[in-house]
């Protein structure tokens, strides 16, 4: 399994800068962070589940926060970006801004990392 930088390198920038700044972003909050793959997508993971995952489409740049509750948790910071139940979308002119995808890599980490059932 490569890295997430294997699987951006063939993106042109500014794209495949704006998402290797998403994911230094997340590594940055969450070191213990491992590279991996997703749903089919470049992820980080974060004890063996995704952390968040990236990806280039024709029309824009995606993250995925692997996590309907977190996207719900960050919605009102979204205003004017496209998303569906498990993506953001957004382009390099008009990137995700840093304390949004830290809250993302946050929340989506204490899901992963607190028990079940617990407070």
């Known amino acids: 399994m490569g890295s997430i930088d294997d699987a951006l390198a063939g993106l042109q920038d500014p794209d495949r800068a704006c998402l290797r700044h998403v994911v230094a972003c997340a590594r940055e ?5 491992v590279d991996g793959v997703s ?3 470049p992820a980080l993971l974060l004890e063996g589940k995704p952390l968040l995952g990236v990806a280039a489409a024709a029309q824009h740049l995606a993250l995925y926060p692997f996590s309907p509750a977190v996207l719900d948790a960050v919605a009102p910071a979204l205003e004017g970006f496209s998303r569906s139940r498990g993506t953001i979308r957004f382009t390099a002119a008009r990137p995700l801004p840093d304390d949004v995808v830290r ?3 946050r929340l989506r980490s204490l899901e992963i990392t607190t028990p079940r059932g617990a407070a």
């Open 29 to 33: 909050l969450c070191p213990e962070a």
């Open 39 to 41: 749903y089919g997508v």
């Open 103 to 105: 809250e993302i890599v």
